[in-house]
């Protein structure tokens, strides 16, 4: 029953579409505290007053989206080419410019277009960040740090991303070497927990440079271990790495 009950959980985890950025699948299987903050209260309370806003990252609209009514000129961006349909269909009929961009994180916007830009888990240039931000504009992101999840990593054996020196104590000085000031910060390592495998499966799918060259062929014997401890009621503990902050434009 356990090795069935196992390939069940991996091809469903090879399978399941993965739209935008809905986490629903996880419900139950996947759980994480979420930080001392709110991403979503930190937007919230500059959106009053921003005329110009810019969403980076959006996946398929479904935070930016909430937020309405949105100001007069909204627009958003998307590096998963699979996400930019997705985000156009709920996006466009808000007034919503939807910009699909490269891996060098150019924004396709002219200088000092947006009083007002989010990022919630997106990479980002400080420098496009300072260009696109009008003069006291405001810069609001939450990032998922080098460190997330790091005990998934050691639970495989697989090799560590290039990433994992990346937290607040980093990403300040290039935001402030970039024309920009730290208003206010935060960091936490809160717990989460992988309570089946096709759940861990998934997640890695969707995150493949948590463990870059991942494969469940490779990794079956650590795979299987980890499903039988699961079976008997035994979660895959770890913490994720979050930190924020926000930035105004000098």
Do not use: C, K
């Amino acid at each position: 029953m356990g090795a069935v009950e196992y390939d069940d959980l991996i091809a469903e985890a090879l399978t399941t579409p993965f739209e935008g950025w809905d986490f629903g699948v996880f419900e139950g299987r996947f759980v994480e505290e979420d930080p001392p903050w709110s991403y979503e209260r930190l937007v919230r309370e500059r959106l009053p007053r921003a005329e110009a806003l810019l969403d980076l990252g959006t996946g398929g609209g479904e935070f930016l989206a909430s937020l309405a009514p949105l100001p007069p000129r909204t627009a958003a961006t998307e590096g998963y080419e699979p996400n930019v349909p997705v985000a156009r269909r709920r996006l466009e009929p808000l007034g919503v410019e939807v910009a699909e961009i490269g891996e060098d994180d150019v924004l396709p916007f002219p200088d000092g277009s947006f009083d007002l830009v989010v990022n919630r888990h997106e990479s980002y240039d400080p420098r496009e960040i300072w260009r696109v931000l009008a003069p006291g504009g405001v810069f609001v992101t939450q990032q998922v740090g080098g460190r997330d999840v790091e005990e998934l990593n050691q639970a495989l054996g697989a090799p560590w991303h290039d990433y994992r020196d990346w937290d607040l104590a980093s990403a300040s000085p290039r935001i402030a070497d970039a024309g920009l000031d730290v208003v206010w910060s935060a960091e936490a390592h809160v717990p989460a927990e992988f309570r089946d495998i096709g759940a861990l499966v998934l997640f890695l799918r969707i995150t493949p440079w948590q463990a870059p060259g991942f494969d469940v062929e490779r990794y079956a014997d650590r795979l299987r271990a980890l499903h039988e401890n699961m079976r008997r009621g035994r979660p895959l503990r770890a913490r994720s790495h979050r930190f924020a902050l926000v930035a105004r434009s000098r």
